[in-house]
Structures are given as structure tokens and as C-alpha cells.
């Protein structure tokens, strides 16, 4: 997949087309939305976005999102995107009219012959591109445009907004239904406090970039993607209260039939179903005993067998 990054002086060189939106999250409206690239023989599939999203640099977000910039792109490009814009979103360029972006970008620089939005998209000055605005101008340059309607889902609208609240709740299994996969956290495997090796319960952990939208601090049924593999596993998101009594907010995860140093890799962990909220534990022991109730609570979740993961956690034979 191509990437076009900090800057607006870019020019393609092959018809494209175009799927215009925020893509916070990439659900199944946004899924919708791309399908209809794939079906245009002969133009290469792009994907134009805004980097700040306008509600971050408009100060309407607290600036937390479903999907980082580096899960979008991993997204885009497994769902065979060819070409990925970012376009860098700032006071000047937000000032540029909706007419001339049109014009300049999508049908000058980005060679657009099919363009597919959402019927709420908005661009160029004040948000006053709309709809209808680019219908008509794509019937002026000839473009072919198409309005998209919202996908329902359970009976509701998919938004960004709606798989907020569900994943702001902990309801894991609703974000996921709304997103035609489970909630993704990715990241840089870093060194722990090395306090689960000692007893008997090693872990990968990583610490989510703060942009990241997660869920509420406690116990998930999760999977991890490390190395090309997915990997059954359990996760915490939290800040250990029990060994620590201040820290960042971090993601630990126990991995079954896995027993391999994988510091600095890029992981991928996937979060299933809430388990339970984090808490504080009175001591070592009582820490061991809950995890060995979570432990064999998410070998029951994935129908690992006993023998596959009791040989891997000492305390538990």
C-alpha cells in the first residue's frame, strides 16, 4: 500500500478511486464504504483522511480514538487498499473551500473518477462540503459519486459514537459486532516488572499510546497476533495495584501454549469479552489464586485443554 503523509504536494499518477471519512474505528459502515472501491475495474483503490481527525484540531474530541493511526493503516492495507492518504490537517488548510478541494485535490491531485462518502461527510471550510455538493460537482468534472447509506445494525446506526459508548462500557462482544471484528490494542512489547515470571505466570505487556480509546480497567478474554500467530490469551488493562501503587496504564497478557521473549516485537491483542474489573488484592497469594481462577476461566473461553497450558504455569501444578 502506497502512503501519502504530511504534505498536500502529491500528485497520482493513475485514475483512482475514492472512499472519503474519518475511519475512526473502520466499521462495518466504513466497510461498506470500501467494498464499493474494489468494484471499480480499473481504478486503484484510495482512501483519503484527514490527520488530525477535524474534531481533534477543532478541540470537540478529547483526542482519543477507536483506531491509531498505525491500526489504520495495518487495517487499510489488509483490506487491499492500494493507495492511503493522511492528509495533514491544520488552520490553513482547513480554510481551503469545499469547491477547491474538490477541484485541486480529489479530481486534480488524486485523479478521482469514483468518489464514495457517507451521507453525513462534510469537508473545506466550516464543514460546508456535503452530500449534495459533491454530487454536483462530481456531475460538473464528471465524476462518478455515490452516497452511502448508514448501515443498521441491531437495530441502531453504526457510528464511531455508538462503538465508543460499547467499548467505554466493556461490552467487547457489541463493539465487536459493530465492527465486523473484536476491539484491537497494538503496540511494542516493553519489559514488565517481571513480578508474573516469579510466580509461575509470564506475560507480554504493552503500553497503548494515550490517543487509544480502551475499555474499563479489568480482566478480558482476549487474543494475541504476535509473529504471524494468533495466540489464545487473557489481558489485563490497568496498572497492577497489587505490586504497584502508581503507574501507567498498561496491557498484560497471558498467552497460552506460549513461552517465548518476545520484547520489542509488535503485537496485536484483540479483546474478546470482560471478565471482571481490576482490583487490588491483599497480598501475593491472593493475587496467584486469581489468576489461577482467570487463567483456567479463559482456558474454558477458548477450549484450551488442561494439560496445554497447566504445564506452562508452575503454580497451577
Not at 25 to 35: C, D, F, N, T
Not at 129 to 158: F, H, W
Not at 209 to 229: A, Q, T
Amino acid at each position: 500500500m502506497e502512503l501519502i503523509r504530511e504534505t498536500t504536494d502529491f500528485q497520482l499518477h493513475r485514475d483512482t478511486a475514492v472512499a472519503l471519512g474519518k475511519f475512526d474505528g473502520i466499521h462495518m459502515g466504513h466497510r461498506s464504504l470500501l467494498s464499493k472501491l474494489q468494484q471499480r475495474e480499473g481504478l486503484s483503490s484510495c482512501v483519503f483522511t484527514f490527520d488530525p481527525p477535524p474534531a481533534v484540531l477543532f478541540g470537540i474530541s478529547d483526542g482519543r480514538e477507536l483506531s491509531t493511526r498505525e491500526e489504520k493503516r495495518r487495517l487499510f492495507e489488509r483490506m487491499g487498499v492500494d493507495i492511503l492518504i493522511e492528509f495533514p490537517l491544520n488552520r490553513q488548510t482547513a480554510s481551503v473551500s469545499p469547491e477547491e478541494f474538490v477541484r485541486e485535490f480529489l479530481y486534480g491531485r488524486m485523479r478521482a473518477r469514483y468518489i464514495a462518502a457517507g451521507e453525513d461527510i462534510s469537508f473545506g471550510r466550516d464543514g460546508a462540503g456535503n452530500a449534495a455538493l459533491l454530487r454536483a460537482m462530481g456531475e460538473e468534472l464528471s465524476i462518478e459519486t455515490e452516497i452511502i447509506d448508514k448501515v443498521c445494525i441491531d437495530g441502531a446506526q453504526v457510528s464511531s459514537t455508538r462503538i465508543r459508548g460499547c467499548v467505554e462500557a466493556g461490552d467487547m462482544e457489541a463493539a465487536a459486532r459493530l465492527l465486523g471484528m473484536p476491539y484491537p490494542v497494538s503496540g511494542t512489547v516493553v519489559l514488565g516488572n517481571r513480578i508474573g515470571r516469579t510466580i509461575g505466570f509470564p506475560t507480554v505487556n504493552l503500553y497503548p499510546p494515550e490517543s487509544k480509546l480502551l475499555p474499563p480497567r479489568g480482566v478480558y478474554y482476549s487474543r494475541v497476533y504476535c509473529d504471524k500467530v494468533w495466540y489464545p490469551a487473557i489481558s489485563n488493562i490497568g496498572c497492577k495495584p497489587t505490586v504497584q501503587t502508581a503507574g501507567r496504564i498498561g496491557l498484560e497478557s497471558y498467552l497460552y501454549d506460549f513461552d517465548r521473549d518476545v520484547y520489542g516485537h509488535e503485537i496485536e491483542v484483540e479483546l474478546l469479552a470482560f471478565r471482571r474489573p481490576e482490583q487490588r488484592f491483599a497480598d501475593i497469594e491472593a493475587l496467584k489464586r486469581q489468576l489461577q481462577e482467570d487463567i483456567a476461566a479463559g482456558a474454558g473461553y477458548h477450549g484450551v485443554p488442561d494439560a496445554e497450558y497447566k504445564k506452562q504455569v508452575k503454580f497451577l501444578l
